[in-house]
């Protein structure tokens, strides 16, 4: 599975942005799509996830604010960002799970100004 990963940049604090994830490849046996970032001197962290039948998880720092979705085809998982905060920059990485292993696209920048 291939993932590529678009739709960072620089936004200020309250704003929105939107990240794209498009997959290629095996998409059939993606059972995960997921939304990782690592910020600045921190440890990579999950910020969200959807499974193949719909079903999302997302971390506290983030419930009520970000919404991850996916098309029927799993080719797509765009993750909306509302109501950013300066502590929400970092690099976002997309990734999936398939065939028992997580698989990982290049990570888009967030910079979030206060």
């Known amino acids: 599975v291939q993932l590529q990963a678009s739709g960072g940049g620089l936004v200020q604090a309250g704003g929105s942005l939107t990240l794209s994830c498009a997959a290629s490849?095996?998409?059939?046996?993606?059972?995960?799509m997921r939304w990782y970032r690592q910020p600045p001197g921190k440890q990579r962290e999950l910020v969200a996830l959807?499974?193949?039948?719909?079903?999302?998880n997302y971390d506290e720092s983030v419930k009520g604010r970000f919404t991850i979705t996916k098309d029927n085809a799993n080719k797509n998982a765009p993750l909306q960002m509302n109501s950013l905060k300066p502590a929400d920059t970092a690099i976002y990485y997309c990734?999936?799970?398939?065939?028992?292993?997580?698989?990982w696209g290049q990570g888009t920048l967030v910079t979030v100004s206060s």
């Open positions: 959807i499974t193949r039948s719909g079903s999302t």
């Open positions: 990734a999936v799970t398939a065939l028992g292993q997580l698989f």
């Open positions: 490849g095996s998409v059939f046996s993606i059972s995960s």
